[in-house]
């Protein structure tokens, strides 16, 4: 019987991007993972601050960005310029091989505009399709991607897409092929009982205890949408999936919270 190699897959909050000394530690711990692997990254509050600065006022419903022209061009320029490309240089400047993508690059990920029945989201793309024949060569070639949260509808135009939904769909798609772990790294420790306190964190979660707490409202508003693209990419052959800081990628022992059907 085969065995299917494995591949790491982490995605990269807002907060550890926007800290170049916590950056760079995340990225020397990304360079030291064995075998195959891939970095999704987000950008946010850069995109925000940047948008502020030209004198466009950020639009958000739901914690989901509303993306209209001008905020496309400024998405794009730092999501797939700036943020991107600072990663990519950094990682070769650890030996590892990177190569930096949108959803356009490759045809690598295709989306559909949001048609949502009362709220018009903009240029918001919701993923429909992963390139994962372009991703396993790019991986047997020794090419680590890094993607943004970027991706096309194969009319030509760009769509500003959530990034832990890029992780959780190329994940999905990555496990037709490999053995994927996930890993979404932020700030904190893991998912918490107690937004405020870090020593609070829920080290396992199954469906029923989600449900649960959403039911109760333990988790916090911002959470459920991570969560709910993890139950996703479990249901759909995702191997194991980590919700924690990035020092768990070097620690194995470090406390963090594990997802599980």
């Known amino acids: 019987m085969d065995t299917k190699k494995k591949v790491t897959l982490v995605k990269i909050g807002g907060n550890v991007i926007d800290s170049p000394t916590e950056l760079a530690q995340f990225l020397a711990d990304f360079s030291k993972i064995e075998g195959y692997k891939v970095l999704v990254h987000g950008g946010g509050k850069s ?23 001008a905020m496309l061009d400024v998405v794009v320029m730092i999501y797939a310029g700036q943020i991107n490309k600072n990663i990519v240089a950094q990682l070769q400047a650890l030996d590892t091989n990177a190569m930096g993508f949108s959803g356009a690059d490759g045809n690598s990920i295709q989306s559909e505009k949001r048609n949502h029945p009362t709220i018009d989201y903009g240029f918001v793309g919701d993923v429909k399709k992963v390139n994962t024949p372009l991703l396993e060569t790019l991986l047997n070639t020794g090419i680590v991607p890094v993607f943004c949260a970027i991706t096309h509808d194969k009319k030509g135009q760009l769509l500003n897409t959530n990034a832990d939904t890029i992780a959780s769909e190329l994940a ?22 107690d937004a405020e306190d870090d020593a609070s964190v829920i080290e396992q979660i199954n469906q029923e205890l989600y449900t649960k707490l959403k039911n109760e409202g333990a988790i916090h508003s911002g959470m459920i949408p991570k969560l709910d693209n993890c139950f996703n990419s479990l249901s ?9 800081h990035h020092k768990m990628l070097k620690d194995s022992n470090s ?6 059907l």
């Open 255 to 260: 406390i963090c919270t594990t997802i599980e």
């Open 172 to 193: 999905i798609g990555l496990s037709e092929v490999f053995d994927v772990t996930l890993s979404y790294c932020f700030e904190k420790p893991g998912v918490l009982y």
């Open 236 to 244: 759909k052959g995702v191997q194991k999936i980590k919700i924690g």
């Open 47 to 69: 995109a925000t601050k940047m948008a502020q600065s030209i004198g466009l006022t950020p639009k958000m419903i739901d914690g989901r960005r509303i993306t209209d022209a």
